[in-house]
């Protein structure tokens, strides 16, 4: 990279860190020292912009290659924008990418928000001296973050992409942080290396994997995505191994969260969006306000207690969708309307869990039973006959990871 790169390069780290800042998302000093000292160019060496709009196949693509000049300044505003960056089409080699227009393909491979990964290892706490591992560790953004940290050959990432594990590697390597990356099965963590200080996972499960729990020393502590059958209500999972062995697990709805993991369906109302925008529904009385957004307590329990649901956020109002029963809920423009189409009334469903989630005390956590040595994980908004109970699904419905795949604290 040449100085002049690189005094620009370094320029940007530092605005995007002061914007963090600004925003009151970066308020770790640690962190904030991170993030100036990791050299994101290096582990993002090249970026895909999507050029076709939504809904269109095959997708057309742009890639940026930051090593060429043409593409260097763009490249650059891309990487240290905070916004995710797109890497991997359908799990390929990514040691020859030729720059310019691509055709087709899925992204199979990104780097996190860069607000989302701060929130992440704030909630941890990070420390120098601990053991940290990073679960679906992609390009390593949050892995060299994490080193910097805790201090050179503490942290271990697991990525099951062969060429992702490779590339992650070789770019972790010229930042001289004393990382590794394994290549393996990101739901089995990496025993050869436990205990663990802080565990965190890049990839949404539907339950938490025994052997993470497993790998978490006393006092350590656990953060993963919940993933449910919709994008709409993601949760976040917090699992703490006291100091005298015993496990605490919460779990909180989230505005967002990292994507499942391969072979996890999600539920979507894209489908459905010329058919509801054409006929909303037959008008009902209502008792029911929208819920407000940010009731996540609410939301991630509708995931569960009136499973098959997934809101559309970009409808003009609050939309509910149950694709797999042709069924829909429009609400407003004002309070008192809702329109309702098919033989499932969403909106009767939403407004008894809302009533049971008043009885229950409007939670906005949970708490999370994991069994040992296995079994259904359970999962309640506390005791009493009034509160919310699930079951969360099986972990072993979903494939293990041996191919290409694709907050505030609680």
């Not at 055709?103 to 053991?131: F, I, K, N, W």
């Amino acid at each position: 990279m040449s100085v002049d790169l690189l005094a620009v390069a370094t320029a940007a780290r530092t605005a995007m860190a002061d914007r963090l800042v600004t925003d009151g998302v970066l308020t770790e000093p640690l962190l904030r020292d991170a993030l100036l000292q990791v050299r994101r160019e290096l582990l993002l060496p090249h970026a895909y912009l999507r050029e076709s709009g939504p809904g269109v196949e095959p997708i057309q693509w742009r890639l940026l290659d930051g090593a060429h000049p043409d593409d260097q300044a763009e490249w650059l505003d891309l990487v240290y924008s905070g916004d995710s960056v797109l890497l991997q089409r359908d799990g390929e080699p990514l040691d020859a990418l030729g720059r310019g227009p691509v055709t087709g393909g899925h992204m199979t491979s990104m780097s996190t928000y860069a607000p989302a990964t701060v929130d992440v290892l704030q909630c941890l706490d990070l420390e120098r001296g601990q053991r940290f591992l990073d679960l679906g560790s992609g390009p390593g953004v949050s892995l060299a973050l994490a080193a910097a940290i805790t201090g050179p050959g503490l942290a271990t990432g697991v990525e099951r992409d062969p060429h992702m594990s490779v590339f992650a590697q070789r770019n972790l390597d010229r930042l001289g942080l004393g990382v590794v990356v394994v290549e393996g099965d990101a739901l089995g963590g990496h025993a050869a290396g436990a205990p663990y200080d802080r565990i965190h996972s890049g990839i949404g499960v539907p339950s938490l994997p025994l052997a993470w729990v497993e790998q978490l020393a006393p006092g350590a502590t656990l953060l993963t995505t919940l993933v449910t059958r919709t994008p709409s209500w993601p949760g976040q999972i917090r699992a703490t191994r006291t100091r005298k062995g015993r496990l605490q697990v919460v779990l909180t709805g989230r505005p967002r969260g990292h994507r499942p993991l391969l072979g996890y369906e999600w539920l979507t109302a894209v489908n459905h969006r010329p058919q509801f925008k054409a006929d909303p529904g037959r008008p009902r009385p209502t008792r029911l306000a929208p819920p407000d957004d940010d009731a996540y307590g609410f939301w991630i329990a509708a995931a569960y207690l009136a499973p098959g649901l997934v809101r559309d956020f970009q409808a003009d109002t609050m939309t509910i969708v149950a694709p797999e029963e042709d069924s829909w809920a429009v609400a407003g423009p004002d309070d008192g309307t809702v329109r309702v189409h098919g033989p499932r009334d969403v909106w009767a469903e939403l407004e008894a869990l809302h009533d049971a989630w008043e009885r229950a005390g409007r939670p906005d956590t949970y708490q999370v039973d994991i069994p040992d040595g296995g079994g259904p994980q359970r999962v309640t908004s506390g005791p009493g006959r009034m509160a919310l109970t699930w079951t969360l699904p099986p972990l072993a419905s979903v494939p293990h990871q041996t191919s290409p795949s694709l907050g505030s604290c609680p």
